[in-house]
């Protein structure tokens, strides 16, 4: 399931107290789903009784985010048959590794960000991801290669 | 270390095993490097445990007071063993056949004699433009086929990536994961009669009406803007169609538009080296009678079971029970079944003999043909003495 | 006990290989069928149910998973011991089964090869 802002948004006291730092209730949920805030900063969300039901709901709902890498990369190893789509249209790998996942072997290079390690694929090298970092772009060309949905990211 | 995969005709070559992890190989490949010491057979003769020896000497005694004896399986040993499977039959006098009599063997028959232009998966890497999925689920058949040889990698003349440089066809008469990777740049056709779509095609071509034809005066636009296209067929185009001839005349008349090559997409490793060793033999490549002298279909092995012409067969590496309907299968019971596997299989577990065998390309070197007919060499990682060679060597001496 | 027990309904039933189940050791095999969510939902099957599957006077139990790979009015059976029982060479890859929902555990695999030893 994909995470979406409104739906955080609409679990979160909409008070805009801006305790947590944040100018609106609303920037505190982007902020969450890029994870540079935490559930916990929402100080009423923990405080307020009448807060717990929603807060156990976004507690539930933001678990994946733990789950996920830092670039909001999921696997789900019990999908991939460790085809090594993803490993091979990597734009990062087409690039770094020209001999290796360029032309459909495995990795040649030590740091990659995908490898298929014991028949599945795992992620290696996140850093080198395109959608790592303050200059990030929302590549997609893992996920939308993986028939099964083994590789997902947060936004979807 | 790095290892062939033995695991299905992709071949890959780039597997490593580094501190007890396995690198690169796909799920299948996986589970035949990590557990290939799991479910091993047993010599057995008649359910009870015995020595090798004394299960080849049953063998070779089975054999000899067989009157219509076959020689059935040999998909997955190593051209060296199925070179002398061959020799065995024909010293027996014997049936031999693979399970292409029922997979690909006619279209790989049509490529052998030349009907169709064929090219090698490494051609299709630096070259293919159009690339066409026939009844065909690579996704879980042959795992890493588009990632390694067809739609994913740069080639050499392909160097921009799958979106702009390649355009993917995939027909199939459900929604398969192949089907789900065709989106930009790509067709998915699904069929219920695969004969209306090359019915289609015909038509397109001579500029008349069909089912089709919107599909396919695209992907015939498509081919033209390429010099090097490909079809890879798999067992739905075989079970899709009736009359596999009409596919070779198919593939012949595309060539009149653009260079379409056609490679066989079949699963087994060394299926293609079967048919290549008994083609190069007898001029067939595969449900041969020694005894006549020619090729059949009365002469395939699921036909010979059904109309009970055998009364003993040697099975080397393959597993009926798991992969033959039923009626077929059941009849296994009727004649004395002689089992060569490297696991106790279901086959195995029923049958007058088995003799344990190691598994080629991890126990056992020798050369496997790719499902594009590329030959390659596998180096084992350990040597087992016994062997497919060894027992059908011990066979031969024994009768 | 629900009313979907005594539909029987018809299915399109596809045989392809299925790389997520093991098989090489040749040791196991998961008695299992992919459904179409649209043809589960129609037909009252609800995942992990326990659905009879009979095709060519023979029946066997799997259970039921979903997948949008499947084909639309019916499933995918793995090639495996469970689809070469049902199929023969008339519809080897492709053949028509009748479905419906069934009580108890799916078939154990060692009651085929049961039917193997005379």
Redesign the interface.
């Known amino acids: 399931m994909a995470l979406n802002p409104m739906d955080i948004y609409k679990l979160l006291p909409k008070t805009n107290c801006k305790k947590c730092g944040e100018a609106t209730c609303m920037s505190f949920a982007f902020k969450l789903l890029n994870r540079e805030k935490r559930l916990e900063d929402c100080k009423p969300l923990y405080e307020d009784k009448k807060y717990e039901r929603q807060r156990k709901k976004l507690e539930e709902m933001l678990k994946p985010l733990e789950e996920a890498t830092e670039t909001g990369l999921i696997v789900n190893e019990d999908l991939c048959v460790g085809c090594g789509n993803c490993v091979v249209v990597c734009p990062v790998h087409v690039e770094k590794d020209p001999k290796g996942a360029a032309v459909g072997n495995g990795p040649t290079i030590d740091d990659p960000i995908l490898r298929v390690e014991d028949g599945v694929v795992k992620v290696i090298n996140m850093q080198a991801c395109r959608r790592y970092g303050k200059n990030r772009v929302l590549c997609v060309v893992c996920r939308e290669n993986c028939p099964t949905d083994a590789i997902r990211f947060l936004e979807g | 270390m790095i290892m062939i995969c033995p695991?299905c005709s992709c071949l890959c070559d780039?597997?490593?095993i580094k501190d007890g992890?396995?690198?690169?190989?796909?799920?299948?490949?996986?589970?035949?490097f990590?557990?290939y010491k799991?479910?091993r057979a047993r010599a057995m003769v008649d359910g009870k445990e015995v020595d090798v020896d004394a299960a080849i000497g049953k063998a070779v005694e089975i054999l000899k007071e067989a009157k219509n004896p076959a020689i059935y399986g040999l998909d997955t040993t190593v051209v060296e063993a199925q070179k002398l499977a061959v020799e065995l039959a024909e010293k027996l006098n014997a049936y031999i056949d693979d399970n292409s009599s029922?997979c690909l063997g006619e279209l790989v028959e049509a490529v052998l004699k030349k009907e169709m232009p064929t090219a090698t998966l490494d051609d299709v890497?630096d070259n293919a433009y159009v690339i066409i999925y026939w009844g065909s689920?690579p996704?879980?058949?042959l795992?890493?086929h588009?990632?390694?040889?067809s739609y994913?990698?740069?080639?050499a003349k392909r160097p921009r990536?799958?979106d702009e440089d390649r355009y993917l066809v995939v027909v199939d008469?459900?929604?398969?994961?192949?089907?789900?990777?065709a989106?930009k740049n790509a067709k998915f056709i699904q069929v219920d009669d695969d004969a209306e779509l090359v019915d289609s095609f015909f038509k397109a071509m001579d500029g008349k009406a069909a089912k089709y034809a919107q599909d396919v005066g695209i992907i015939l636009n498509e081919m033209k803007k390429a010099d090097f296209n490909v079809i890879f067929g798999g067992?739905?185009l075989k079970?899709?169609l009736k009359d596999l001839k009409m596919f070779v005349e198919l593939v012949k008349k595309l060539n009149e538009v653009a260079p379409v090559y056609f490679i066989p997409a079949g699963?087994h490793a060394n299926m293609r080296g079967f048919n290549e060793t008994l083609f190069e033999k007898t001029g067939y490549v595969n449900k041969y009678s020694f005894r006549d002298g020619s090729s059949d279909d009365s002469f395939a092995f699921?036909e010979l079971l059904m109309n009970e012409k055998i009364d003993a067969a040697l099975i080397v590496g393959t597993?009926p029970?798991?992969?033959?309907?039923?009626?077929?299968?059941?009849k296994?019971?009727k004649i004395k079944t002689i089992v060569v596997d490297p696991?106790?299989?279901?086959t195995a577990?029923?049958a007058d003999v088995v003799i344990p065998s190691a598994i080629s390309g991890i126990e056992m070197s020798g050369t496997m043909v790719r499902s594009d007919g590329v030959r390659i060499k596998l180096e084992a990682i350990e040597e087992r003495e016994v062997n497919d060679i060894h027992i059908l060597k011990k066979i031969m001496e024994g009768l | 006990m629900r009313f979907s027990k005594f539909l029987k309904v018809e299915a399109d039933i596809v045989v392809a290989r299925y790389s997520l189940l093991m098989v090489e050791t040749k040791s196991s095999v998961e008695p299992v069928i992919f459904l179409h969510p649209e043809f589960a939902k129609k037909s009252g099957v609800k995942e992990g149910d326990v659905v009879e599957v009979e095709a060519n006077g023979r029946t066997v139990k799997l259970k039921a998973k979903l997948s949008e790979n499947a084909p639309e009015n019916g499933g995918i059976i793995p090639n495996g011991i469970f689809a070469s029982y049902l199929t023969n060479f008339e519809g080897f890859k492709r053949f028509k089964a009748n479905i419906e929902v069934a009580e108890g555990e799916p078939t154990d695999v060692e009651e085929i090869i049961k039917s193997f030893k005379s």
């Open positions: 695991g780039d597997i490593t992890k396995i690198f690169n190989a796909c799920r299948r490949g996986e589970e035949i990590g557990r799991e479910n029922f890497r689920n996704f879980h058949s795992p890493r588009m990632s390694r040889y994913y990698p740069r080639g990536g799958y008469v459900r929604k398969s994961e192949t089907a789900v990777l989106k067992l739905g079970y899709g699963f699921t597993d029970i798991y992969s033959l309907p039923h009626d077929v299968s059941a296994l019971g696991r106790m299989s279901f577990r029923v």
